[in-house]
């Protein structure tokens, strides 16, 4: 059943990205995350590209906002909709569990620069929905292997970028971090780095990432 606030958040969508398939919706207290589907680029450099759009609730309106929307990026819904594409359905899960499991993914993976500890959190049949990464765990190894090749190092007791989101409903957790970008004028502005992953079995069995390929942000 669609919550008030999910009705609502959905509604801002359609106004923003009218025709693009909404992927899942995810709600945890006054929180509603809407993530949408498009296709950007063309013939052999077309690529999957997921909105995010996270909106706090205030006494049924929406009083806070956020996105993967990017300065250098083209704006959200600017790509082409994928109209029999299936969404992803939301399934049975416990959010509490399920977001621990995530925030440990990254402070014993990319935070431990450890490719080892892979095989941990994820599924062997882990499923990653956007085509500018490498397909399966395997291919996840070898990103964290080649992108931190002076691994593995100590695991912090603490994440080095804490989550600015992390929420979870039913299977889906979605997670997003905001980077200090460089600005005009020696300035800075940030940018929310997200993802959102399917949780079966105690594992990561599906991945949904935010970056816009063509533009990725200025990491720490």
Known sequence: MTSENKGIALGRHRERAEGFPVEFVVEEGDLVTVVHHELRGDGPDEYDFFGFHTYRFRDGEIAEEWSNDAVGSAPLGSGRPLLDRDPARLGEGTPSTNKLLVSDFYRCVFDAHNPGAVKEFVHEDYVQHSRHLPPGRAGLEALVAGS??????????????????????????????????????????????????????????????????????VMP
């Open 148 to 217: 931190f090749p002076d691994g593995p190092i100590p695991t912090p007791e603490e994440p080095s970028i804490p989550p600015s989101i992390l929420m979870g409903e039913g299977d889906l957790v979605v997670i997003a971090a905001a980077l200090p970008q460089p600005g005009g004028e020696g300035g800075t502005y940030l940018r929310y780095l997200y993802d959102a992953y399917r949780v079966r079995g105690g594992c990561l069995c599906e991945h949904w990432s935010g970056v816009d390929p063509h533009n990725r942000p």
